[in-house]
């Protein structure tokens, strides 16, 4: 069978909903959503934000449902506390609640603080459903705290049994949540399912995509990945620039295991879509699975076909028409209670969309370009790097660009935990050959981790899977280096800049990262 029949055998489409969610998200109506909670209750989520609380839903000013629960939710840069602009989640079922919210047990309700458009999760799923794959679906809502007016937030349907049976023809597999920046050889959360309650299902796929043999790593996840699907979702993913996901950053997903078939991914935290208009599709991926895609050239070429094939729909133009009614619902509903808000809103609305528009000629251009070769080195001559993405491992690390001194910094702080694991990664294909990788680092205050086994102390210049030579902690401005080898004839490494520090915060110059190849080598 070729692989474009697979494709047609394996992509299945969603059924229509029986339960009135369909009409719901189709006809986009904004609801007011009250949701009142009791001050033993409102305690408790200052004290456990991720555990459920009982509260009352009210929906245009008149009692919907009780027996639900509510949670906190969130992660780095979203979450936010009870007595903030919080994320939560719903389930109205959570304490024998007996009534569905336009045929949604669990559902959303996302904050939006890091897309003020409010569009990205809904143009994130959209795309992916526009190409029958699983997503879930978006709507917005007014949102009231007890008496405080929360203002307008992203309504989002959740991962359960009820959005399983929309795409799959059984929904008792075992569904994984990846949390945060893990990948799938770590003990995930097991959201639900009657599969294997060890996890080995999911260990499988690991021990797979940890094998040093690539032709012995293929034959062992073909028959656990369902490829097809899963280079689709690669495809979307980073042609929507969503960094967050887990083809560059093995975070904001869930993983699927379809009784008697293959695991699916399932795309999740797309508010920050499109920030990157020029983002490479044709770069090596670090994670494991979309990492041993991309290196077998038979499944890299389906995922180039995908590639052309999802084009038309980044058009401009063709995504306007699509969002064009729920910008107008979201602005109505906007003016109604904060005008200012309404109108920056509209602004992020438009600077969205010539991102849209950019990302559409950038990826014209690179649906035709040849595969990627290794970099290129003149003798003794460095080279400068780029294109860094930013990468966390905790929740409240602060990773930012600044200007200052005439110069571009990456910036990342330690967050009030007291445990930060940050920084930025770069893919680069290399030739056989000895490198050396160096920038320019400040630090301030910085203090190290008491972890023994990590792979550095303080702020360190590394690549992925290797510990770094130098550490830099406490006050201090240097060069950082680090020199490395790559055996093979060629090879992806990971190119690393973090700070592991339990204090302080560290900077690096732009434009002093480099990496050269040493004479000899």
């Given at each position: 069978?070729?692989?474009?029949?697979?494709?047609?055998?394996?992509?299945?489409?969603?059924?229509?909903?029986?339960?009135?969610?369909?009409?719901?998200?189709?006809?986009?109506?904004?609801?007011?959503?009250?949701?009142?909670?009791?001050?033993?209750?409102?305690?408790?989520l200052?004290?456990?934000?991720?555990?459920y609380?009982?509260f009352?839903?009210?929906?245009?000013?008149?009692?919907?449902?009780?027996?639900?629960?509510?949670?906190?939710?969130?992660?780095?840069?979203?979450?936010?506390?009870?007595?903030?602009?919080?994320?939560?989640?719903?389930?109205?079922?959570?304490?024998?609640?007996?009534?569905?919210?336009?045929?949604?047990?669990?559902?959303?309700?996302?904050?939006?603080?890091?897309?003020?458009?409010?569009?990205?999760?809904?143009?994130?799923?959209?795309?992916?459903?526009?190409?029958?794959?699983?997503?879930?679906?978006?709507?917005?809502?007014?949102?009231?705290?007890?008496?405080?007016?929360?203002?307008?937030?992203?309504?989002?349907?959740?991962?359960?049994?009820?959005?399983?049976?929309?795409?799959?023809?059984?929904?008792?597999?075992?569904?994984?949540?990846?949390?945060?920046?893990q990948?799938?050889?770590?003990?995930?959360?097991?959201?639900?399912?009657?599969?294997?309650?060890?996890?080995?299902?999911?260990?499988?796929?690991?021990?797979?995509?940890?094998n040093?043999?690539?032709v012995?790593?293929?034959?062992?996840?073909?028959?656990?990945?369902?490829l097809?699907?899963?280079?689709?979702?690669?495809?979307?993913?980073?042609m929507?620039?969503?960094?967050?996901?887990?083809t560059?950053?093995?975070?904001?997903?869930?993983?699927?295991?379809?009784?008697?078939?293959?695991?699916?991914?399932?795309?999740?935290?797309?508010?920050?879509?499109?920030?990157?208009?020029?983002?490479?599709?044709?770069?090596?991926?670090?994670?494991?699975?979309?990492?041993?895609?991309?290196?077998?050239?038979?499944?890299?070429?389906?995922y180039?076909?995908?590639l052309?094939?999802?084009?038309?729909?980044?058009?401009q133009?063709?995504?306007?028409?699509?969002?064009?009614?729920?910008?107008?619902?979201?602005?109505?509903?906007?003016?109604?209670?904060?005008?200012?808000?309404?109108?920056?809103?509209?602004?992020?609305?438009?600077?969205?969309?010539?991102?849209?528009?950019?990302r559409?000629?950038?990826?014209?251009?690179?649906?035709?370009?040849?595969?990627?070769?290794?970099l290129?080195?003149?003798?003794?001559?460095?080279?400068?790097?780029?294109?860094?993405?930013?990468?966390?491992?905790?929740?409240?690390?602060?990773?930012?660009?600044?200007?200052?001194?005439?110069?571009?910094?990456?910036?990342?702080?330690?967050?009030?935990?007291?445990?930060?694991?940050?920084?930025?990664?770069?893919?680069?294909?290399?030739?056989?050959?000895?490198?050396?990788?160096?920038?320019?680092?400040?630090?301030?205050?910085?203090?190290?981790?008491?972890?023994?086994?990590a792979?550095?102390?303080?702020?360190?210049?590394?690549?992925?899977?290797?510990?770094?030579?130098?550490?830099?902690?406490?006050?201090?401005?240097?060069?950082?280096?680090?020199?490395?080898?790559?055996?093979?004839?060629?090879?992806?490494?990971?190119?690393?800049?973090?700070?592991?520090?339990?204090?302080?915060?560290?900077?690096?110059?732009?434009?002093?990262?480099?990496?050269?190849?040493?004479?000899?080598?």
């Amino acid at each position: 069978m070729t692989l474009a029949l697979l494709a047609c055998v394996a992509l299945t489409f969603q059924k229509p909903s029986k339960d009135g969610s369909d009409e719901f998200f189709a006809k986009g109506e904004i609801h007011t959503l009250r949701l009142s909670l009791s001050e033993e209750a409102q305690a408790a989520l200052r004290e456990s934000p991720r555990e459920y609380v009982p509260f009352e839903l009210w929906v245009d000013g008149k009692l919907f449902a009780s027996g639900g629960g509510l949670k906190l939710k969130g992660a780095a840069g979203s979450f936010q506390g009870w007595d903030e602009r919080p994320a939560l989640t719903l389930k109205l079922d959570k304490f024998d609640g007996k009534e569905l919210f336009h045929g949604l047990e669990k559902f959303h309700l996302n904050n939006s603080v890091q897309d003020e458009s409010f569009l990205c999760e809904w143009l994130g799923s959209e795309l992916f459903r526009g190409q029958n794959y699983p997503a879930a679906r978006v709507q917005h809502a007014l949102v009231e705290l007890n008496d405080r007016k929360m203002g307008l937030y992203v309504l989002k349907e959740g991962f359960d049994k009820r959005f399983l049976a929309r795409w799959f023809e059984k929904t008792d597999g075992n569904l994984y949540d990846g949390g945060f920046c893990q990948d799938v050889d770590v003990e995930l959360e097991l959201d639900s399912g009657k599969g294997p309650q060890d996890r080995s299902d999911l260990a499988l796929i690991a021990q797979a995509c940890h094998n040093p043999d690539l032709v012995q790593r293929w034959s062992a996840l073909e028959p656990l990945m369902d490829l097809p699907r899963l280079t689709r979702f690669m495809a979307l993913e980073l042609m929507l620039v969503h960094w967050d996901g887990y083809t560059t950053n093995s975070n904001n997903y869930r993983l699927y295991f379809v009784p008697g078939g293959k695991a699916v991914f399932l795309p999740h935290g797309m508010d920050q879509l499109f920030g990157d208009p020029w983002g490479t599709v044709l770069d090596m991926p670090a994670p494991l699975v979309s990492s041993s895609v991309m290196k077998k050239p038979e499944w890299r070429k389906l995922y180039r076909k995908e590639l052309k094939e999802l084009l038309p729909s980044f058009d401009q133009r063709t995504l306007l028409r699509k969002v064009d009614p729920v910008q107008d619902r979201i602005q109505d509903a906007l003016r109604r209670h904060d005008k200012e808000l309404a109108q920056a809103q509209a602004d992020r609305f438009r600077e969205l969309f010539e991102r849209v528009g950019e990302r559409h000629r950038h990826l014209a251009e690179e649906v035709k370009a040849p595969e990627p070769k290794p970099l290129q080195f003149k003798p003794g001559i460095a080279v400068k790097l780029r294109n860094w993405r930013p990468h966390s491992e905790v929740e409240d690390a602060s990773i930012e660009e600044v200007s200052q001194d005439r110069a571009q910094w990456m910036v990342v702080r330690t967050g009030a935990s007291g445990r930060c694991i940050a920084g930025w990664r770069r893919g680069v294909l290399l030739e056989r050959g000895k490198y050396k990788f160096e920038a320019l680092v400040k630090t301030e205050k910085v203090e190290a981790l008491s972890e023994e086994d990590a792979p550095a102390k303080g702020a360190a210049v590394r690549i992925s899977g290797e510990s770094a030579g130098r550490d830099l902690l406490g006050s201090a401005t240097k060069i950082l280096s680090f020199e490395f080898e790559v055996a093979e004839e060629a090879r992806d490494v990971e190119l690393v800049i973090e700070l592991r520090a339990s204090r302080g915060d560290a900077q690096v110059r732009m434009d002093s990262i480099q990496l050269t190849r040493l004479l000899g080598g």
